[in-house]
């Protein structure tokens, strides 16, 4: 029971990541209307950028300031280069774009940085036991923060004028336009949330594991398979599907191994597109 109970704190925090990176996703499908194949890599990003933080000023705070700014500054660069320009296009065309803006980012990273994979020099901290089950302190703030990250994110888009102007292009782009709100603005805000969220998931990845070029692509079929088991364009969802996904994940270590896990993302994205293709939370629509 004790390992099972470890298990379920470990899926929580890798959920709690998948549900980060499948709300960005999830918000720019319901606003901008294509899947971000480059949401991965701004993760990737992120974590780079926290790991030159943190050896540049011995603090986490800072270098995971620097990996969200990072992450947002990467996402409404994209957005101001490429997929502004392709606006109006098939959504295909905007997903072949998002795909080589993944590329980019991770050649040039690894370009700057190798292949090697590297860590971020924290302090070892003994584990807490608390009636038998190990907990580990590092995973509680990592949780913590990402629980903020999240929170953030929905207030934002519930509680600000910025994020109401955002609902109501998604509800519908043309009314929006009429009722005198920018879109810009609107698009602008969008990428600076959805990069800022992705680039914080990558930089709690990388404390919990190791950063590597490729880790954020790694990432992108469990965010991907979180948006649509959620109901694409449904932020809520997007998370709590985020978290029976990395649950999943964890619980079926023993079974299938930590190299084969993964897989499990795609089974359940094949069988929600199958049974259910409009996800478990509702219909497929905006950002509500």
Same mark, same amino acid.
């Given at each position: ?11 929580? @925090?890798s959920?709690?990541v998948?549900?980060?990176v ?6 720019v499908?319901?606003?901008a209307r294509?899947?971000?194949?480059s949401a ?6 992120g974590a ?6 943190h ?8 270098g ?10 990467a996402s409404v660069?994209?957005?101001a280069l490429?997929?502004?320009?392709l ?6 065309a ?8 993944? !590329?980019?980012?991770?050649?040039g990273?690894?370009?700057a ?6 860590v !971020? ?11 038998g089950v ?8 990592l949780a913590?923060?990402a629980?903020?990250?999240?929170a953030a994110?929905f ?8 994020g109401r102007r955002?609902?109501a292009?998604a509800?519908?782009?043309s ?8 879109? @810009?603005?609107?698009m602008?805000?969008?990428?600076? @949330?959805?990069?800022a ?5 990558g930089?709690i990845?990388?404390?919990?594991t190791v ?6 692509w ?5 965010g991907?398979?979180a948006?649509?088991?959620g ?6 969802g997007?998370? @709590?599907a985020?978290l ?8 079926a270590t023993p079974?299938v191994?930590f ?7 795609f089974v359940l994205m094949?069988?929600v ?6 996800g478990? !939370?509702g ?6």
């Open positions: 029971m004790v390992f099972w109970i470890e298990l379920l704190i470990a899926g929580l @925090v959920g709690l998948i549900g980060l499948a709300l960005s996703i999830t918000l499908f319901g606003i294509f899947p971000n194949a991965g890599d701004i993760m990737t990003l780079y950028a926290a790991l030159a933080g050896a540049a000023t011995g603090s986490l705070f800072a995971g300031v620097a990996g969200a700014a990072a992450g947002a500054a660069a994209a957005y490429v997929f502004r320009r606006a109006g296009r098939s959504t295909v905007l997903l072949v774009a998002s795909i080589g803006v993944a !590329f980019v980012i991770r050649a990273l690894a370009l940085f190798g292949h090697a994979q590297q !971020f020099q924290v302090p070892l901290v003994r584990p807490w036991r608390i009636e190990r907990v580990h302190p590092n995973d509680l703030r913590a923060t629980a903020a990250s999240l994110v207030v934002t888009l519930y509680l600000t004028p910025i955002m609902r292009v509800d519908d782009p009314l929006a336009r009429v009722s005198g709100i920018s879109p @810009v603005r609107v602008v805000a969008l990428w600076l @949330v959805a990069g969220a992705c680039a914080i998931a930089v990845l990388g404390l919990r950063v590597s070029p490729e880790m954020g790694e990432m992108l079929l469990p991907f398979a948006a649509i088991l109901g694409i364009g449904n932020p809520a997007a998370v @709590v985020g029976i996904l990395g649950i999943a994940q964890e619980m079974f191994g190299t084969y896990k993964i897989a499990l993302a094949l069988l597109l199958l049974v259910r293709p409009r478990l !939370f219909r497929l629509e905006g950002v509500r």
